[in-house]
């Protein structure tokens, strides 16, 4: 007997993205990517976190002082979209879609357009962070990248995704 209560593509790529979130230790923000092939075949998969050998519980890592590069967490972390551009394991990404669970950055954008992926689903957007966004958006523009977020591609996957994510969030205690 056949079953029709599937997710959707969406749901299920974002969905990943949000499950790889789940392993980030960052304490500000947990981010996921999944990259996805043309054929819907997972790529590849990161989260936002250390870079290999580097300890989580050194707390030099985590620091907040943005006015000192060796104090700042943003020398040190390697973003979900990057870390699952590197973590790939099919090549080339030419032509993939890459599902983010924040828009994301420039320094991502320039990795994600370098290696040929094509269209980026992003699910929340940080309002208060215009200008850097601004920086993604004209690089992607110009690169000719297709950017949507969930909620305007298929609104059941954005809702299911923060469905999700909330669950996650009040069930996730190193299980
Ligand atoms: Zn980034």
Same mark, same amino acid.
Request: aromatic fraction near 6%; charge should be negative; include cysteine.
């Given at each position: 007997?056949?079953?029709?209560?599937?997710?959707?593509?969406?749901?299920?790529?974002?969905?990943?993205?949000?499950?790889?979130?789940?392993?980030?230790?960052?304490?500000?923000?947990?981010?996921?990517?999944?990259?996805?092939?043309?054929?819907?075949?997972?790529?590849?998969?990161?989260?936002?976190?250390?870079?290999?050998?580097?300890?989580?519980?050194?707390?030099?890592?985590?620091?907040?002082?943005?006015?000192?590069?060796?104090?700042?967490?943003?020398?040190?972390?390697? /973003?979900? !979209?990057?870390?699952?551009?590197?973590?790939?394991?099919? +090549?080339?990404?030419? *032509?993939?879609? &890459?599902?983010?669970? #924040?828009?994301?950055?420039?320094?991502?954008?320039?990795?994600?357009?370098?290696?040929?992926?094509?269209?980026?689903?992003?699910?929340?957007?940080?309002? /208060?962070? !215009?200008?850097?966004?601004?920086?993604?958006?004209?690089? +992607?523009?110009?690169? *000719?990248?297709? &950017?949507?977020?969930? #909620?305007?591609?298929?609104?059941?996957?954005?809702?299911?995704?923060?469905?999700?994510?909330?669950?996650?969030?009040?069930?996730?205690?190193?299980?």
């Amino acid at each position: 007997m056949k079953n029709d209560s599937l997710i959707h593509w969406h749901s299920m790529f974002m969905g990943v993205a949000l499950l790889a979130a789940a392993r980030s230790k960052d304490a500000r923000k947990r981010n996921g990517a999944c990259i996805v092939g043309p054929d819907n075949k997972i790529s590849g998969v990161g989260y936002n976190g250390l870079p290999r050998g580097c300890d989580d519980h050194d707390e030099h890592y985590w620091q907040d002082d943005d006015s000192d590069p060796l104090n700042s967490r943003h020398s040190y972390i390697v /973003h979900a !979209e990057q870390n699952a551009i590197l973590n790939c394991t099919s +090549l080339p990404l030419h *032509g993939s879609t &890459i599902y983010a669970t #924040q828009y994301p950055c420039p320094r991502c954008v320039q990795s994600i357009i370098q290696v040929g992926i094509k269209r980026v689903v992003y699910l929340d957007k940080k309002a /208060h962070q !215009e200008r850097v966004n601004a920086a993604s958006e004209k690089m +992607l523009a110009d690169a *000719g990248v297709e &950017i949507e977020s969930l #909620q305007a591609l298929q609104p059941e996957s954005a809702e299911w995704s923060a469905e999700l994510a909330q669950f996650i969030e009040t069930s996730t205690t190193n299980r």
